[in-house]
């Protein structure tokens, strides 16, 4: 009888471990986020994020911010890591602050879309971070491909180091082979779509962020290559138009996302460079 007890005590537990692994790891993640189709379903990991409304009937007639579920060896949601990566703060606080700033309305739940959505062309701007490990199937290139050529646009975002901008380029080479990234310099219009840009700011983590008031390190120095380097690249297409942006070596989303943490790191990370380069990039995408 002992036996059977310590037994089924055993299975017991291995069971539960299983199955916390399986909702962590793989299909739903946390709370089955395989069906996760707005930012407004998860709570917020910060200090809360901003409700608001649109008029009614025009429901449709707004931006959406819409981030890419892109796969990767966890499968599921994980808020630290990965394609979830400062959701759902980023996103809101972004959209909100958008809305806030410029004439345009702007939808209060955002969108959580994969690249193989049939709806995917509603959505004219995509937002991928920590593509440092990023990988596209083939269906996926394809979906990508013709999204682009169509006038979609694509931003990447926290990403450092040499390898993790290989890799981002290499998969985008596979996305659109006979195109290249290219550094875009301060004096394109996009640097004064809204706020006038003058350099190139580098945005760090909030912990290293609100530590650089003591160290003045804002960059983060466990990747291969230098980070001390911001870069902003961009893809072209024949006319002109930007197709994709790629900010390396920064984390513009932390200072979506993490806003209301310090008083320090929002004076000069969020309101000085994250939000007024988002809003830019955005407000001039759309508008051109």
Request: hydrophobic share 35%; charged share 25%; aromatic share 14%.
């Amino acid at each position: 009888m002992k036996r059977f007890i310590a037994a089924l005590f055993v299975f017991v537990l291995l069971a539960g471990l299983l199955l916390a692994q399986r909702r962590y790891y793989g299909g739903g993640g946390w709370g089955g986020s395989d069906n996760l189709r707005t930012a407004r379903e998860l709570p917020s990991g910060s200090t809360g994020t901003p409700v608001w409304t649109n008029t009614k009937g025009f429901e449709r007639d707004v931006f959406t911010f819409a981030r890419v579920r892109y796969g990767s060896s966890y499968g599921g949601y994980r808020r630290s890591g990965g394609w979830a990566t400062d959701l759902p703060d980023s996103d809101l606080n972004l959209s909100y602050r958008l809305q806030q700033m410029t004439s345009m309305k702007v939808d209060p739940d955002g969108r959580i879309v994969r690249l193989t959505d049939p709806d995917l062309g509603d959505f004219p701007w995509l937002y991928i971070v920590e593509p440092g490990n990023l990988f596209f199937g083939e269906v996926e290139v394809l979906a990508l491909r013709k999204y682009l050529q169509n006038g979609g646009f694509v931003m990447f975002d926290d990403f450092w180091g040499d390898s993790a901008w290989q890799r981002v380029e290499r998969e985008m080479k596979r996305v659109l082979p006979e195109r290249s990234f290219v550094e875009l310099p301060l004096d394109h219009p996009l640097y004064r779509s809204v706020f006038e840009i003058k350099s190139k700011g580098q945005v760090p983590n909030i912990r290293t962020g609100h530590e650089s008031q003591y160290t003045g390190v804002t960059w983060e120095d466990h990747h291969d290559g230098d980070t001390r380097e911001v870069h902003h690249r961009v893809i072209f297409d024949d006319k002109g138009r930007i197709m994709a942006f790629a900010t390396h070596n920064t984390d513009n989303g932390d200072g979506w996302e993490r806003e209301g943490e310090s008083a320090y790191y929002f004076e000069n990370f969020s309101e000085k460079i994250s939000y007024p380069l988002g809003i830019n990039i955005i407000f001039y995408v759309m508008t051109h």
